[in-house]
């Protein structure tokens, strides 16, 4: 079965860290680009971080760029989104996203808030 299922969300405080964690079934995940988006309440779906199949190489909007990192463990087909230097604009429900056959997981809620 395919399946994505994101994790890793919570209450944050400005300055802090999460890390997100979406675990692939049904599919390598070194074979897709594998994708965070993020949805604020009255925002449209922002693409945050891509991780390539090729190289691994990444890419970053320029919101989180320096703050995020996106990563891959193959063996554990799971797709990390390390975030730092949390900041109140990054409160939003994050989604991961992988191939086209692979239907969107349910959403973690971030919130950062002192």
């Known amino acids: 079965q395919v399946r994505l299922v994101e994790s890793g969300g919570g209450l944050v405080q400005p300055g802090g860290s999460l890390r997100l964690s979406c675990v692939a079934s049904g599919f390598t995940i070194d074979t897709y680009a594998m994708k965070w988006y993020r949805q604020a309440p009255g925002?449209?779906?922002?693409?945050?971080?891509?991780?390539f199949s090729v190289g691994g190489s990444t890419?970053?909007?320029?919101?989180?760029?320096?703050?995020?990192?996106?990563?891959?463990?193959?063996?554990?087909?799971?797709?990390y989104l390390q975030m730092n230097s949390l900041k109140p604009e990054d409160t939003a429900v994050y989604y991961c996203s992988?191939?086209?056959?692979?239907?969107?997981?349910?959403?973690t809620q971030v919130t950062v808030s002192s």
């Open 43 to 51: 925002k449209e779906r922002e693409l945050v971080a891509t991780i």
């Open 59 to 79: 890419n970053y909007a320029d919101s989180v760029k320096g703050r995020f990192t996106i990563s891959r463990d193959n063996a554990k087909k799971t797709v």
């Open 98 to 107: 992988g191939p086209r056959f692979a239907p969107w997981g349910q959403w």
